[in-house]
């Protein structure tokens, strides 16, 4: 179907911002906070990221839906954003590897979309005003009708997500004689990064977000993985308990993203939400550790606060965004936890960051015969 086809579609701000264009994907209204991804490629990766839960994303390249999808190429079981804003949308694809077309996997997770519009217009507008609320209909709603359901949506500071997309029951990934095995807290976890576990020798045990320490301890894992996420992170009480008891029992722990701020709030930091975030694949972060440079993939509205690092004594910043100078990883000195406001899986993205998989193996082996309780000292306990 051509563009001039489709049925007109409506995306207004909750600051009033209104743009018309042509409805994608399938017919109806959504909300979400709209933000935008940078990234010029991976936009299935992108829409299916957990992290992206309850937001509307604006992709700043032009041209999206070209090379259609690939089932190999989803980050979770299905769509995870809440709506997509584009300039030029494709229902036909040239890629030989795809199995169908970006607006056939709209259409079967009921995903509502806007093209057509000016994006960069758009992206400045929220690169200068912030992340905000927004509703997109394509069911010829008035603005009164839209401004009053978008009224009734909830800001994205204080909102807890995870719930939303953390899994419900335990599952396993890897061989289960792997060399180390890792309890994966999901607090919305993409599948690359398993992926990157196994690929090293893991066997990966994911455990819902709000499951007892008692529970993994009885895993008896070599190292823990805190999964990224979607939503405020302060709200995640329990998660954040949990992580503090993983932490004092001397276990190798590796947050990403919203693992990274939970595991900050375990040991006494805070975070606050951010202007706009840092979503993209080409964000610049120093190693301040080695001093080495990499680019990075990103997605996150919250942030630790760095003046807050600055005044505890047992735990430091390990990276900095060089953008903004933001905090962007830190370790706890005397145990073997580190954490990255990033992405190191990457999917999509650079590949610059995936040694930090490595450094959680290298830890996992040096604290392996330490930690790991025999099935004797369990009956005792």
């Known amino acids: 179907m051509l563009s001039s086809e489709r049925p007109k579609a409506?995306?207004?701000?909750?600051?009033?911002?209104?743009?018309?264009?042509?409805?994608?994907?399938?017919?109806?209204?959504?909300?979400?906070?709209?933000?935008?991804?940078?990234?010029?490629?991976?936009?299935?990766?992108?829409?299916?990221?957990?992290?992206?839960?309850?937001?509307?994303?604006?992709?700043?390249?032009?041209?999206?839906?070209?090379?259609?999808?690939?089932?190999?190429?989803?980050?979770?079981?299905?769509?995870?954003?809440s709506g997509l804003v584009c300039k030029k949308f494709s229902e036909t694809y040239s890629r030989a590897r795809s199995n169908g077309s970006l607006q056939e996997f709209l259409e079967r997770d009921g995903i509502v979309g806007i093209s057509d519009i000016d994006t960069r217009a758009l992206v400045r507008h929220i690169r200068d005003s912030g992340a905000m609320n927004a509703i997109i209909s394509s069911e010829g709603l008035s603005d009164e009708e839209l401004k009053e359901r978008l009224d009734k949506i909830p800001c994205m500071d204080g909102l807890e997500l995870a719930s939303k997309v953390s899994t419900e029951e335990s599952y396993s990934f890897g061989n289960s004689g792997a060399q180390f095995k890792v309890a994966l807290l999901d607090i919305g976890v993409k599948k690359s990064i398993i992926s990157c576990l196994a690929d090293r020798g893991c066997y990966v045990k994911v455990f819902p977000m709000n499951t007892s320490?008692?529970?993994?301890?009885?895993?008896?894992?070599?190292?823990?993985?805190?999964?990224?996420?979607?939503?405020?992170?302060?709200?995640?009480?329990?998660?954040?308990?949990?992580?503090?008891?993983?932490?004092?029992?001397?276990?190798?722990?590796?947050?990403?993203?919203?693992?990274?701020?939970?595991?900050?709030?375990?040991?006494?930091?805070?975070?606050?939400?951010?202007?706009?975030?840092?979503?993209?694949?080409?964000?610049?972060?120093?190693?301040?550790?080695?001093?080495?440079?990499?680019?990075?993939?990103?997605?996150?509205?919250?942030?630790?606060?760095?003046?807050?690092?600055?005044?505890?004594?047992?735990?430091?910043?390990?990276?900095?965004?060089?953008?903004?100078?933001?905090?962007?990883?830190?370790?706890?000195?005397?145990?073997?936890?580190?954490?990255?406001?990033?992405?190191?899986?990457?999917?999509?993205?650079?590949?610059?960051?995936?040694y930090l998989f490595d450094q959680f193996i290298a830890n996992m082996e040096e604290y392996k015969s330490e930690i790991v309780p025999t099935s004797e000292a369990l009956n005792q306990n």
């Open 10 to 81: 409506v995306l207004l701000l909750v600051d009033g911002t209104r743009f018309e264009g042509r409805a994608i994907g399938a017919t109806g209204t959504t909300t979400g906070e709209i933000c935008f991804n940078t990234g010029m490629t991976g936009y299935q990766e992108i829409f299916t990221d957990p992290s992206y839960y309850g937001q509307i994303m604006v992709t700043a390249t032009s041209h999206i839906g070209n090379y259609g999808v690939n089932e190999d190429e989803v980050e979770s079981e299905g769509i995870k954003i």
């Open 213 to 354: 320490f008692e529970e993994i301890k009885a895993f008896a894992p070599n190292g823990v993985l805190l999964s990224n996420g979607p939503g405020d992170p302060a709200p995640l009480t329990n998660v954040i308990e949990t992580v503090g008891k993983i932490v004092e029992a001397g276990y190798p722990v590796f947050g990403i993203c919203l693992g990274h701020q939970v595991l900050a709030l375990s040991q006494g930091l805070k975070t606050e939400k951010m202007h706009n975030g840092h979503r993209g694949i080409n964000h610049p972060i120093k190693n301040l550790l080695t001093g080495h440079c990499e680019v990075t993939s990103q997605n996150h509205g919250f942030v630790v606060k760095r003046d807050e690092v600055e005044d505890l004594e047992n735990v430091e910043m390990t990276h900095v965004h060089l953008n903004d100078k933001t905090l962007a990883g830190l370790r706890v000195k005397d145990r073997p936890v580190f954490s990255v406001q990033y992405h190191p899986e990457a999917s999509p993205g650079p590949h610059d960051a995936r």
